[in-house]
């Protein structure tokens, strides 16, 4: 109701629109280029083509690293969903000592150079004699997605009333039943979201698997891989179009449904 | 709690189900331990994550290299020579200086940003919020990527401004160069601003602008006296979660610094590869790590102070 | 009306927001030094109004004078008023004294000087010393008086208060009332209170307005809201009511009476009565405005009624009578200085009489 406060300021508004350009605008030009009909990423355009995904289309690395990609982040994802489930779960809804340190331990990934964990995380593997593959990326990518999946879920437990769990044990439930017909179905959501965005930040993720990529590349990494032939930027521009508007679709909707959800509780 | 007082009715009932193992007695009584055992995956997964490769990190910076192995003997040397040597050390200063111009740059532009949201957007906020944090979540190389695409010597700028007959060669200082690294993390690690600078505008009280408004303050008296003051741990906590990860980053300058924008990651990424020196490599790690608590710990001193000043 | 009773005037004011309206077309004075109260229940407006004197909000349509200045271009920050909110917004990141000096920026004192107001503010609120504490470390009682603080020392023109005392507890809240009222004699400020509470508004005010649905419905002294409440909906808000429709019955044009269910024939003054004969009427009694005894009384106004339940409610007893010709029971109210029936409790179905006085009856518009 604060009118006075709430005034519109035009400056500000017009300021809001130009930030949302500046922050979209470089990311477009990742497509439009895509569809350029010249092997040189310059102005003026060239004409329309479709060639580069056609080309892609062909090329059988191009495929492995994907399905390397798409093995890892399911993999990663569900794992860092249902271990983030049971930690927000923890956190929420026992006491326990040292709980804000445990909070901050996990978090720990948000604040600390992605480099600092590939090469500890390299170190390690290699001084256990460890065969780097995709599991050793999946572990490194398990470590940055679990900080996430926590962060997401633990609004969605914060934001329920634990009283809906001891009704559901007053009317006879035992707790594993009551999980899955009181908590799991609204926390439904977060859960959603959780595998969502774990999945695409492992998927897009680049600085561990760096390190810890054995022979088979994953998507990012086999896309840094061709960044060193200019004649090779088509057909990465028709790739990262493509990965970018699958990852764009992807965190919208994970975004969507996981706030929606808050605010319908609310 | 809801798991607990279901048990414990069974153990009033009749002898309890849980009744043949202590553990299990346990484990029902004890909220706490029940708590743990939940997350004991989660924290074992980031103790072998986290903590054991710190260890072996810091158990190998104290070795050397001896040929294609390691003299496993324990000593400071890298230590010294990372000291010693200019080039790790204007390394290390260029990449805190380049972090710190984006971090400060990125927080400044976003602030009025996640301002209007809280403040002057009232319907479909969710949607802004979602608009303005999208691209975060998308590859960061390809973000990167974006960027040699349109500051590149024959990039999207350069060409641009020829085709339209503006410039006559193209600006060559647009890549390779700091300015390059600053401009891209500040565009890349925007969304990560927004959010914290977002909750702490969003978390104000209104009714305390309308008391300072009540008491006399304009709209700039306001902001200086009661926002500003009020979101400075929105302001920390944007400030920490772009300087840390950005000063270990290595993907920007390896791909738009050039010889002069090259930062610490730069190297530590040379140490594991190219130059094949893991000690070394694991020393900067280390030294990286300890600079950016130190730093981070001073930042965070200056602002309390600040902060008890401003008013 | 002299110039001080018209301190705040409020001209024609109406507020919507979209297709709703807050306040419509409300006129009211309100005199210099006056405690001065909006009662109604929420979303009756009287916070809306509140913020269109602070100007907090604008009035869609209408004027607002104070000490005869327009306020419609006055930004808040210019006004001569001061308001203490709801929630206090004791500013958190700021001590108790800093968040008293606030507004004091603008003038430019001497910070001995300044120092010196503030400690006397923090005397006159009784919270000497207090003036390192954080807003953390305050209970509600002391927020609420530093917000009054903040506000009185910059000697407004206008306090405005919203439901200041809501939070507190009740015990805190009457001792709050009465060190209220005592500041605002002592200050002689002109305030403004917005409540909810009934009894809250009676003790404090010299004046309230009475609210509902955006509009006034009376503004009148507490003793005036009591005895005569213009409407069914006044009398209703402001303690326990008992209605009777009834209708006029005239003999002549000197003797006029009423007929009124369950009461029977009321004789009434005709300067009391200006309605023709056969018109209908609504008149009101207070439960305390009707005497019990067991025997009819001598003379006078009196049904007999049957008991339905008791109240004891210690200083006195609520009792509910049926009688007949009347379908809601009727609430009376005795003091149990003496107690009836030598105090024994009353059974169920008890036959007692109630008297009362024709003067005691208020005569309602129909609304």
Known sequence: MSSYIKRPNRALQLYAVLFLIVLYVPVLFIPLFSFNDSIYVRFPLQGVTLKWYGELWTREPVWNALWNSVKVGLVVSVISTVLGVMAARAITRTRMRGKGALVTFIMMPLVIPGIIFGVALLVLLSRLGVPLSLYTVGLGHLIICLPFAVATLLPRFEGFDPSMEEASADLGENGWWTFWRVTFPMVMPGIVASLLLTFTI?????????????TDPTLPMYIWGQLRFPKEFPSVLAMAALILFVSFALVFVAQWIGRKGLEEQE | MAETSLPKRRTADGPPRASGSRILRLFHRSESARGYLMMAPTLTIMTFGIVVPFVILIVISLWTRHGFGFDTTLTLANYVRSWNEPIYGTLLLRSFWISGVATAITV??????????????????????????????????????????????????????????LIEAPLSFLLYSPTAVIITLAHAWAAFAILPLYVSLEKIDRSLLEAATDLGDGPMARFFRVTLPLSMPGVIAASFLIYIPTTGDYITPALLGGPDGAMIGNLIQLQFGAVNNWPMGATLSIVLMLWIAALALVFLLVTRKVQGRIT | MTPSDRFISIRSVSKRFGAFTAIEDISMDIGQGEFFSLLG?????????????????????????????????VPPHHRPVNMVFQSYAIFPHLNVRDNIAYGLRKQKLASTRRAEMVEEMLDLIKLPGYGNRKANELSGGQRQRIALARALILRPKVLLLDEPLGALDKQLREQMQLELRALQRQVGITFVFVTHDQEEALTLSDRIAVMSGGKVLQVDTPAGLYETPRTRAVASFIGTMNFFRGTVRRNGSVMAAIEAEGLGTIPMATAQLTKPDGAPVQIALRPEKFSLSPKRPEGGLAVEGRLRTAAYMGERSQYYLSIPGKAEPVAVSAPNSHRLMGGHDLPEGQALWLSWSPESIVMLDID
């Open chain 2, 108 to 165: 400044l532009l976003c602030y009025p940003m996640a301002y209007y949201v809280a403040f002057h957007v009232h319907r479909n906020k969710m949607m802004w919020i979602i608009l303005m944090t999208l691209p975060f979540w998308t590859s960061y190389l390809l973000r990167v990527f974006a960027w040699k695409v349109i500051l590149g010597y024959e990039g999207v700028i350069n060409s641009g401004l020829m085709s339209a007959g």
């Open chain 3, 41 to 73: 229940a929420s979303g009756c407006g009287k916070t809306t109004l509140l913020r269109m004197l602070a100007g907090f909000e604008a009035p869609s349509k209408g004027e607002i004078f104070i000490d005869d200045q327009p306020m419609s271009d």
């Open chain 1, 202 to 214: 492992s998927f897009d993720e680049f600085i561990m698997a760096f390190f810890l990529t054995g």
